[in-house]
């Protein structure tokens, strides 16, 4: 067993390294300490599994890295991935980033039209696409498929890992904010050494365990907890490319042997709800992981009642993934996530004095913030420095989450302080929801947000005001669903349309959507 060049086990107050790589820390190291263990396992619907050696990783994200490099890519300039939930995704993302290229990882539920303007946005110059997925790609941008791989590896071709200066950029996410319009989230090699307090802070995850994360590929929480922190810690990542049966996790757990599953609450939910916990064996599993959306107590006493497995609960986002949560060494208190995990530092501000750095005393309501040493943090979002100041207020990362804290660091979650809905764990806007289904016929004005539907479920629901009194309720809706079904992924349409005569407004004329559910209107669920 060959020595990592660094050390995998966190320690109080380290440093980032002064050279660092997250493709050489997450494929190359993990490559050194354990060659021929398994690195990924995708179970198939049919019973078959797909399987690498985390040296097998090593020499294909090295290919896929020469192969890009080879097209005349240059350090710096960004590759999006437009795959579905397949084995080449995170070896063109970790094959991105050896090759010193930045990786714009992106969901195949978006359309045609809303993955074209992330690759406009992001001015990436190659796209790595899945022939069923529509995109149309302008003159100049390279793209890859999935048989340019093997060809590559075939080829003999190997780039080395890009190790350098830990604050350039690895990658781009995007997130919706309230403007609408998706913006990039930076992230510096270094997100992926920011990632450390999580392994014993939430997960209790070492060399030789087994993760199961019941989301796709190409979901940065998937390629987060599901395969950047399981591969730097030479742990398995297993992920499923079958039909979604919704009881299929159990059985992959057991025949897996799997020590960890991660998923959202609608998935656990959906578990408990439509299966038998006494037929299922879970005696390989240490944890039951749940991010995305706040997770309801009845549902995790449901859980660890049924099954005898602890479950531990994040809070994170996009600019920095998680950072407070339960764990191994956190005990669950009913109603908070859990506290900032060893090493972060947090804080609750006063959200009329967002530049004072002072921080509100416990148990008082304020903005969540996260301090701006945190080697997690984003860099910035991309090309939009007005957007990236605002949030960047003197030592603080400041959230659009509001929280309080309690005397022994048990954060409190009070939703959000702007309107992003929150969609089966996708951040969404509503104003790019509103903008997609304006202009619909018979549809006079619209807005949306998320609507409680009970047992912890929200959906998004838009509520529309008619051109005309006596239009047809059902024709309408239709006319509705068929639009957004045009123009939105599908997570971000919504789940019920009602109509009402006029929206909740403010004096200046402002659409107040946190009114919006007191408004009642016919809905989906009335027929």
Request: glycine share 12%.
């Amino acid at each position: 067993m060959a020595p990592a060049r660094w050390p995998v086990r966190p320690e109080p107050g380290e440093a980032v390294p002064a050279e660092f790589g997250m493709s050489a820390y997450c494929v190359a190291d993990p490559a050194l300490r354990a060659p021929d263990r398994d690195a990924l396992v995708v179970v198939h619907g049919d019973g078959d599994d797909s399987r690498w050696t985390f040296a097998e990783v090593d020499d294909t994200v090295r290919a896929v890295a020469a192969g890009l490099l080879g097209l005349g890519l240059r350090p710096g300039e960004r590759v999006l991935l437009r795959m579905g939930n397949r084995a080449e995704f995170p070896f063109v993302f970790f094959g991105a980033i050896a090759a010193g290229l930045v990786a714009v990882p992106t969901s195949s539920q978006l359309t045609a039209d809303e993955a074209a303007g992330l690759l406009a946005d992001s001015g990436a110059r190659a796209v790595a696409l899945d022939p069923d997925l529509d995109l149309a790609v302008p003159q100049g941008v390279s793209v890859v498929t999935a048989d340019d791989i093997p060809r590559w590896v075939a080829d003999g071709e190997r780039a080395g890992h890009d190790v350098g200066d830990p604050d350039r950029p690895a990658f781009i996410t995007y997130t919706s904010g309230t403007t609408g319009r998706p913006k990039g989230v930076v992230h510096a090699h270094r997100s992926a050494w920011g990632r450390r307090p999580m392994y014993r802070g939430w997960y209790g995850l070492g060399e030789g365990d087994v993760m199961l994360h019941a989301g796709a590929l190409n979901w940065t929480y998937t390629l987060g907890v599901g395969l950047t922190d399981p591969w730097a810690n030479a742990a398995t990542a297993i992920v499923y490319d079958g039909p979604r049966d919704g009881q299929v996790w159990p059985r992959i757990v057991h025949s897996h042997k799997a020590t960890h599953f991660a998923a959202v609450p609608g998935v656990y939910r959906h578990l408990l709800r439509h299966g038998d916990p006494r037929t299922w064996d879970l005696g390989s599993l240490r944890a039951a992981l749940v991010a995305g959306e706040a997770l309801p107590s009845a549902l995790w006493q449901e859980w660890t009642e049924s099954t005898g497995v602890p479950m531990h609960e994040s809070l994170g986002m996009s600019e920095i993934s998680t950072f407070v949560s339960s764990g191994p060494d956190v005990p669950v208190r009913a109603g908070s996530p859990g506290r900032a995990q060893p090493s972060r530092r947090i804080a609750v501000l006063d959200p009329e004095r967002l530049d004072d750095p002072t921080p509100l005393p416990s148990n008082e309501i304020g903005r969540l913030a996260v301090h701006r040493d945190d080697p997690g943090l984003m860099l910035g979002y991309w090309q939009r420095p007005e957007e990236s100041a605002e949030v960047m207020r003197g030592e603080w990362f400041v959230t659009s989450d509001l929280g309080e804290l309690d005397e022994d660091g048990y954060l409190t979650y009070h939703g959000r302080s702007d309107d992003v809905m929150n969609a089966m764990g996708y951040r969404v806007s509503p104003v790019e929801v509103e903008d997609a289904l304006a202009g619909t016929p018979g549809v006079g004005e619209v807005a949306v947000t998320a609507l409680d539907v009970g047992d912890g479920v929200s959906v998004i629901c838009a509520w529309v005001v008619p051109t005309e009194p006596d239009v047809d309720p059902v024709s309408l809706r239709g006319k509705v669903i068929d639009r957004a079904e045009e123009r939105l992924a599908p997570y971000k349409r919504p789940r019920e349309v009602r109509f009402v005569g006029a929206l909740p407004r403010t004096a200046n004329g402002k659409v107040v959507r946190r009114d919006l559910p007191a408004l009642g209107g016919g809905g989906l669920a009335d027929e």
